[in-house]
């Protein structure tokens, strides 16, 4: 009986001590209760970097995370806020610099955040500085992106009186490829700031998997994969807005597949389903 009660005791203890487990990656690596005070125990973390699961705030303060096979930042924490001081970077080789998962991201902070995603991977949508599938906000920041195909791509964003420079692949033989591309049912949404280069730049809307997609473009009207910089201050940039054909039935992935198959039938994600995104539980 004893001997029960001891071991009992000892799982318990267990139990009690141990760590949490949050729902966000750096460098390939989960962040929790244990090392979360200081990130750069994680191979590839230098500088100062920690995260405050009460506030949702990863804070890098002159700090760099460098992947070489995975993402830089995979996040799946709703209303993450990357707090950046001084000059701080995320590195991929191999896939993103940020992989968002269907959530809100802010980034803000009086630093620099460099952000540099793969341009040699073999799966295309891992060339890309940033791969959005929820929202993301750069306010009051310096923020500059680079990837083989894309910088900024997919979701819904905000630029809110930031520096901003992104630039694509124009080597890249994607359909996708562009600085700032494939972006959710609007144009971004601009506050205090705007497009200053390159000059004569708008947005096109194009209808893609039957659900509209915005992609800026040049003014030679081609897609832009050069450095597209967003400047406090300055006045917006027009659009154009092409014609989009009625939405026909069907359900795809957010990568453009169609699937075949009933919405009940398949696994938990972000569908579109007859030209609505849907998220699946």
């Known amino acids: 009986m004893c001997a029960a009660f001891a071991v009992l005791f000892v799982s318990m203890a267990q139990q009690g001590m141990a760590q949490d487990t949050y729902n966000i990656k750096i460098a390939g690596v989960s962040v929790t209760s244990e090392n979360c005070n200081n990130l750069s125990v994680i ?4 500088g100062k970097a920690k995260y405050d699961n009460d506030s949702k705030t990863l804070t890098l303060d002159g700090a760099t995370i460098h992947a070489t096979s995975t993402h830089g930042i ?17 590195v991929s080789d191999k896939q993103t610099s940020i992989w968002n998962m269907d959530k809100e991201i802010r980034i803000s902070g009086d630093g620099k955040l460099t952000l540099t995603g793969s341009s040699t991977a073999s799966d295309d949508k891992y060339n890309k500085a940033v791969f959005n599938q929820g929202t993301i906000t750069i306010s009051n920041c310096s923020v500059e992106a680079s990837g083989g195909s894309n910088g900024f791509y997919g979701g819904y964003w905000i630029f809110d009186n930031c520096n901003v420079r992104v630039k ?9 490829k562009g600085s700032i591309a494939w972006v959710w049912d609007r144009e971004p949404t601009f506050t205090d700031c705007a497009i200053t280069s390159p000059t004569g730049a708008y947005w096109e809307e194009v209808e893609e998997y039957e659900y509209p997609y915005f992609y800026l473009y040049g003014a030679n009207r081609d897609v832009v994969t050069d450095w597209v910089v967003i400047t406090k201050g300055s006045t917006g940039i027009k659009s154009v807005a092409t014609d989009t054909k009625t939405k026909k039935c069907g359900i795809y992935t957010l990568d453009g597949s169609r699937v075949n198959n009933k919405i009940e039938n398949l696994p938990a994600g972000m569908y579109i389903v007859n030209g609505q995104k849907i998220l699946k539980k």
């Open 43 to 46: 191979k590839g973390v230098t």
């Open 74 to 90: 995979e996040n799946r924490v709703d209303g993450l806020i990357i707090r950046v001081s001084n000059e701080s970077s995320i």
């Open 168 to 176: 694509g692949g124009s080597n890249s033989n994607s359909t996708h």
